[in-house]
């Protein structure tokens, strides 16, 4: 039996665990009260046992040190459980009695802390075009611990919608996974990291027939922080001596979310509200808004995080300059797409703003008599 046949099968049984312990766990979040209960914020509109990523944890534990035991070595294993295990309280605790920020933060620092010093996962230097490796030095602390809060938090924020969080971090896996098998067999990193990234891709497949619309069990923070953290220190595993392209791609893949993060917290700034505050700007909410069913808002966001994905897997056949500026031209549409949904506020559309002034004379014209009014 071929080494692609023996990680198959071991990932569908992983795969068929997490589907039937998900029942299971489902009642264990209704005994211990990691229920949502309906509000003016929640889109249910019934109490709904939350915690799911305890299904996913306790599947890719079981997968990584008991299914694959032969396979990805004991040490490897812990690094990323005992780290994940802390963010699993967190997110535990908050499904139950809901955490304040400062503390949500707390969890995923120490989680960091342990990834950083005791699992030796950091991002140490950069390779930049045309400037060759840049030491990142003491910077390689915080920018570690950057990357693993903001990826954490990214997935986080994106979780509003039934199966919206698992789902877009089944695609991003997926990726991720491609991405770090060709670079295995190109020998930049061990292969139980591609291995262990399937291992949690299958955990989470098990449970998303119950999370997706209309959902059964939620994946709480439990699982939204998991999942998160766990893609930021895998994606960080092919960055230790990172390149433009290794750095850029993981973003790329994980376009969605982060895009939401970083327009949510502009939006904010702009409003001058604290970055915690909650609101119902998120892209899910505005689609939600544009007239988009609930199933229909969450396969639009599939289809956006499966766009992102396939331009970061181009980056694995093109050249610097192609990188570059296929990365532009995702930026400026992702720019076009938030200004046409509303993402960033009301009034906050400069790129569309300046087509309007172009193509369109008489709001040029508006536009150049109120400026001369004005002086």
């Not at 999942?227 to 376009?255: D, E």
Request: charged share 10%; hydrophobic share 55%; glycine share 8%.
């Amino acid at each position: 039996m071929s080494f692609i046949t023996q990680v198959a099968i071991r990932l569908i049984l992983t795969v068929i665990m997490a589907f039937f312990l998900t029942p299971l766990i489902r009642k264990l979040a209704f005994a211990i009260n990691a229920v949502d209960y309906p509000n003016n914020r929640r889109i249910n509109t019934e109490p709904m046992p939350t915690a799911g990523g305890l299904v996913i944890f306790v599947t890719f534990c079981f997968s990584s040190l008991i299914i694959f035991k032969d396979i990805i070595p004991f040490s490897y294993a812990m690094k990323i459980i005992v780290p994940t295990a802390i963010i699993v309280v967190t997110g535990l605790i908050d499904d139950i009695s809901e955490l304040s920020p400062k503390g949500k933060l707390f969890g995923i620092i120490l989680a960091s802390l342990y990834v950083y010093f005791i699992a030796d996962i950091s991002m140490t230097s950069i390779t930049l075009p045309y400037f060759g490796l840049v030491p990142l030095g003491w910077l390689s602390f915080p920018v570690t611990l950057l990357w693993i809060a903001a990826l954490t938090n990214a997935i986080n924020l994106i979780d509003g919608l039934d199966g919206l969080a698992s789902g877009v971090s089944i695609i991003a896996l997926a990726t991720i996974g491609i991405v770090g098998y060709v670079a295995a067999t190109a020998g930049r990193v061990n292969i139980q990291v591609p291995l262990e990234i399937f291992v949690l891709l299958a955990s989470t497949v098990g449970f998303f027939p119950f999370n997706f619309y209309p959902a059964k069990q939620f994946l709480g923070d439990t699982g939204a922080l998991m999942l998160g953290f766990m893609i930021a220190i895998f994606s960080l595993q092919g960055l230790k001596n990172a390149t433009f392209i290794s750095l850029i791609t993981p973003l790329i893949i994980l376009g969605v979310p982060i895009t939401d993060t970083v327009f949510a917290i502009i939006r904010r700034l702009l409003n001058k509200r604290p970055i915690s505050s909650a609101d119902k700007m998120h892209l899910h909410h505005r689609l939600l808004s544009l007239g988009f069913t609930h199933r229909g808002a969450v396969l639009m966001i599939y289809a956006l995080a499966i766009i992102f994905s396939i331009i970061s897997l181009l980056y694995i056949v093109t050249g610097t300059w192609a990188t570059i500026l296929l990365t532009i031209a995702c930026l400026f549409g992702v720019e076009l797409l938030i200004e046409t949904i509303g993402l960033a506020g009301n009034g906050k559309q400069p790129l569309l703003d300046m087509f309007k002034f172009i193509g369109n004379r008489a709001y040029r014209n508006k536009k150049m008599n109120k400026k001369k009014n004005t002086d």
